[in-house]
């Protein structure tokens, strides 16, 4: 599966945007998806993820209650809706693949060496 991100841009403090990532070769609904983030001289870290069914998704603390993932079948295309955006949420947005389901014990979905396939990235820069 190849996947595409896109939506980024730049975004005052307090605003929204809704980043698509796109699948082409393969059903995005048998994967489970993560979003990752990159920020300058940062680590890459996982911010949410979804499960292959959609029964299952999970945030980090930094982003629960602001950013929100969903999956339109239809589309295959995978949405990571951010609210409340913070300078801190600068960084290059990524999202990523993986064929099985992966739980929360021990944050494993927030690994990025447990995915297969990744994007090239979009850039979110959140400033005044």
């Known amino acids: 599966v190849q996947l595409v991100e896109f939506g980024g841009g730049l975004v005052q403090p307090g605003g929204f945007l809704r980043l698509p990532c796109a699948a082409f070769g393969s059903t995005l609904g048998t994967y489970a998806i993560g979003w990752f983030r990159q920020a300058p001289g940062k680590e890459r870290e996982g911010r949410s993820y979804?499960?292959?069914?959609?029964?299952?998704?999970y945030y980090a603390d930094s982003v629960k209650g602001r950013f929100a993932i969903s999956r339109d079948n239809t589309k295959n295309t995978v949405y990571l809706k951010m609210n409340s955006l913070r300078r801190e949420d600068t960084a290059v947005y990524y999202c990523a693949a993986r064929y099985t389901h992966l739980t929360s014990q021990g944050w494993s979905w927030a690994l990025d060496y447990k995915y297969d396939y990744w994007g090239q990235g979009t850039q979110v820069t959140v400033s005044s």
């Open positions: 979804i499960s292959p069914s959609d029964e299952n998704t």
